[in-house]
């Protein structure tokens, strides 16, 4: 459930630029690069620190003292809608997760997982034998019935006014590659947030978005917003997850037959994740100078974090764009790490995991039924239109 914050863009002869066919394509070729010729990177045009190894990402990620997330800290302005808990840091951080961290806790995720897989079965049944569009027909549809289902409120009548609010948003997430893209995303924040209001006024008093006026000391329009952070992160980042894997069971390294996934467990869900990372960067601002890796950074550098990039360094994962369900899940990065670390990942994984295992046994067989479109995203990698066929 993990939402990042935006890179930037490229300037002419960088290697790193994430929005380009290339990139889009394979970003992962220039991390490799990158963390061999150029760890700590400093992007001129970014104007920013853009770090590839693990050890380095992880470094940053466990010392919010040092590296922050809230850029009022440093007199940086920052839109009204985007502060949430995803941009606060302790203890108003602290307050905040708190409150969703126990209403999560308090769910029957047993229960829920049985109505996600229910409700898997019922989106694969209804897409039938012909070619049919996996993003727009089950990913996007059971990521949201998940979370909808996990909130106590119905699933919108309305969903495609949710779904498109949602992808100008994560579009938004690029506006320094794209600066035309960054209107547009706030204007979608106020779509999700009129939604969210509706739900948190109908949701019974137990559900994971109500009970706000139970922090005290935080704005309440902050915390509107984390709810709708919450929400949506838990339905755009698992949504995409969904289409990343099932790609990635297209693909040379995958599974055509469906009965291995029966056997799937967590373990595989969160291997699939990090090969085919969502989530793959976040940023964080230098409160105080600091040195990684031979390079100083001053106060107010902002740093990114590329999760992706350390979720594939050969020196924590042998053979990285190799599935290996028997690696130890501990080191890799696709939660994030330290207290901004996703608080839902579990949840996510369940979500697949219901999928995967519905696949395996309505169907004996997935293809491809022509070619995927990459959404032309690089914080939040995911798909916009996949064709598969089930038999």
């Given at each position: 459930?993990?939402?990042?914050?935006?890179?930037g863009?490229a300037?002419?002869?960088?290697?790193?630029d994430?929005?380009?066919?290339?990139?889009?394509?394979?970003?992962?070729?220039?991390?490799?690069?990158?963390?061999?010729?150029?760890?700590?990177?400093?992007?001129?045009?970014?104007?920013?620190?853009?770090?590839?190894r693990?050890?380095?990402?992880?470094?940053?990620?466990?010392?919010?003292?040092?590296?922050?997330?809230?850029?009022?800290k440093?007199?940086?302005?920052?839109?009204?809608?985007?502060?949430?808990?995803q941009?606060?840091?302790?203890?108003?951080?602290?307050?905040?997760?708190?409150?969703?961290?126990?209403?999560?806790?308090?769910?029957?995720?047993?229960?829920?997982?049985?109505?996600?897989?229910?409700?898997?079965?019922?989106?694969?049944s209804?897409?039938?034998?012909?070619?049919?569009d996996?993003?727009?027909?089950?990913?996007?549809?059971l990521a949201?019935?998940?979370?909808?289902?996990?909130?106590?409120?119905?699933?919108p009548?309305?969903?495609e006014?949710?779904?498109?609010?949602?992808?100008?948003?994560?579009?938004?997430?690029?506006?320094?590659?794209?600066?035309?893209?960054?209107?547009?995303?706030?204007?979608?924040?106020?779509?999700?947030?009129?939604?969210?209001?509706?739900?948190?006024?109908?949701?019974?008093?137990?559900?994971?978005?109500?009970?706000?006026?139970?922090?005290s000391?935080?704005?309440?329009?902050?915390?509107?917003?984390?709810?709708?952070a919450?929400?949506?992160?838990?339905?755009?980042?698992?949504?995409?997850?969904?289409?990343?894997?099932?790609?990635?069971?297209?693909?040379?390294?995958?599974?055509?037959?469906?009965?291995?996934l029966?056997?799937?467990?967590?373990?595989?869900?969160?291997?699939?994740?990090?090969i085919?990372?969502?989530?793959?960067?976040?940023s964080?601002?230098?409160?105080?100078?600091?040195?990684?890796?031979?390079?100083?950074?001053r106060r107010?550098?902002?740093?990114?974090?590329?999760?992706?990039?350390?979720?594939?360094?050969?020196?924590?994962?042998?053979?990285?764009?190799?599935?290996?369900?028997?690696?130890?899940?501990?080191?890799?990065?696709?939660?994030?790490?330290?207290?901004?670390?996703?608080?839902?990942?579990?949840?996510?994984?369940?979500?697949?995991?219901?999928?995967?295992?519905?696949?395996?046994?309505?169907?004996?067989?997935?293809?491809p039924?022509?070619?995927?479109?990459?959404?032309?995203?690089?914080?939040?990698?995911?798909?916009?239109?996949?064709?598969?066929?089930?038999?």
């Open positions: 459930m993990s939402v990042p914050t935006a890179v863009a300037c002419p002869g960088e290697v790193f994430p929005l380009s066919p290339s990139m889009l394509a394979d970003p992962y070729l220039v991390y490799e690069r990158l963390r061999t010729e150029a760890p700590v990177h400093w992007h001129e045009h970014l104007r920013a620190w853009v770090l590839t693990h050890e380095d990402c992880v470094g940053v990620l466990r010392r919010p003292e040092v590296f922050g997330s809230d850029p009022r440093l007199a940086k302005p920052i839109p009204e809608s985007v502060i949430s808990l941009t606060m840091d302790p203890p108003e951080h602290s307050a905040v997760r708190h409150h969703f961290l126990a209403k999560l806790r308090r769910q029957d995720l047993d229960a829920w997982s049985a109505r996600v897989r229910r409700i898997a079965v019922e989106l694969l209804n897409a039938g034998p012909d070619p049919f996996f993003v727009a027909e089950v990913a996007e549809p949201l019935h998940s979370m909808c289902s996990l909130c106590g409120v119905p699933y009548e309305d969903d006014r949710f779904r498109t609010a949602s992808r100008t948003m994560v579009l938004g997430m690029d506006a320094g590659l794209e600066p035309a893209r960054r209107e547009p995303a706030l204007a979608a924040r106020g779509v999700l947030n009129e939604i969210i209001e509706d739900w948190i006024a109908r949701a019974p008093r137990e559900s994971l978005i109500s009970g706000l006026d139970e922090v000391g935080i704005e309440r329009g902050y915390l509107v917003n984390s709810a709708r919450v929400f949506d992160a838990g339905y755009s980042t698992t949504g995409n997850m969904l289409g990343n894997i099932v790609k990635w069971l297209l693909g040379p390294g995958g599974v055509r037959e469906t009965a291995p029966g056997g799937l467990d967590s373990r595989a869900v969160e291997e699939l994740g990090r085919e990372g969502v989530v793959q960067a976040v964080r601002h230098c409160l105080a100078a600091v040195e990684i890796g031979g390079r100083t950074l107010g550098d902002v740093v990114i974090v590329m999760l992706a990039a350390a979720n594939h360094d050969p020196k924590v994962f042998p053979d990285p764009r190799r599935a290996d369900f028997s690696r130890e899940s501990g080191p890799h990065l696709v939660f994030g790490r330290g207290v901004h670390s996703c608080l839902g990942g579990h949840v996510a994984g369940r979500v697949a995991l219901a999928l995967l295992h519905a696949l395996a046994d309505g169907f004996e067989r997935i293809e039924a022509g070619p995927h479109r990459q959404r032309p995203t690089a914080t939040q990698r995911g798909l916009d239109h996949l064709p598969i066929r089930l038999s």
